[in-house]
């Protein structure tokens, strides 16, 4: 192992940054979507309150609020010496690096609705039907979340720990 990659930084990527995004985004994004479409028989594909919209807005509000929240749970981590920091000698300035985290967040949040959610989407209108019941949307949407929490948030947690060791 680099020294740039230590045993803890390691820790941090797979169980809190994979694992507890993973789990944590589940249960949330289960919660909001019972909240939302608790009195609904059924969400349809497409329309305001639909498959589509919600898969669109969570694609890119998760990296958001990911990037936003990641960054003060590692400052803070880095602070109290919970996380170690990336030795000075390791940290190599590049604009992308020095870019406030919320553009991060955005940046990421376009690409996963380019990306994963048109994707998902598309495939939805071809193969799928034109509705979900309740439950079967809950379970979707909570899943969707946790695939899209464990593709960013490693990246936006090592982001967040790069400019909290700069600091």
Request: charged letters at 10%.
């Amino acid at each position: 192992m680099s020294p740039t990659f230590s045993q803890a930084h390691w820790r941090f990527l797979v169980v809190d940054e994979v694992v507890g995004s993973t789990i944590v985004n589940f249960l949330l994004n289960a919660g909001i979507a019972w909240f939302l479409f608790r009195s609904a028989h059924s969400v349809p594909l497409w329309g305001w309150s639909s498959i589509a919209a919600d898969t669109l807005s969570t694609a890119f509000v998760l990296p958001l609020l990911t990037a936003l929240l990641a960054t003060w749970v590692v400052r803070w981590q880095v602070h109290r010496g919970v996380l170690p920091k990336i030795p000075a000698a390791e940290l190599r300035s590049t604009v992308w690096r020095r870019r406030p985290d919320y553009q991060r967040g955005v940046l990421l949040g376009l690409v996963s609705m380019a990306g994963v959610a048109v994707t998902l989407i598309a495939l939805l209108a071809w193969l799928g039907p034109t509705q979900l019941s309740r439950t079967h949307f809950i379970w979707f949407k909570a899943s969707f979340a946790a695939g899209v929490g464990a593709l960013v948030t490693p990246l936006l947690g090592w982001w967040a720990l790069l400019d909290a060791s700069r600091r």
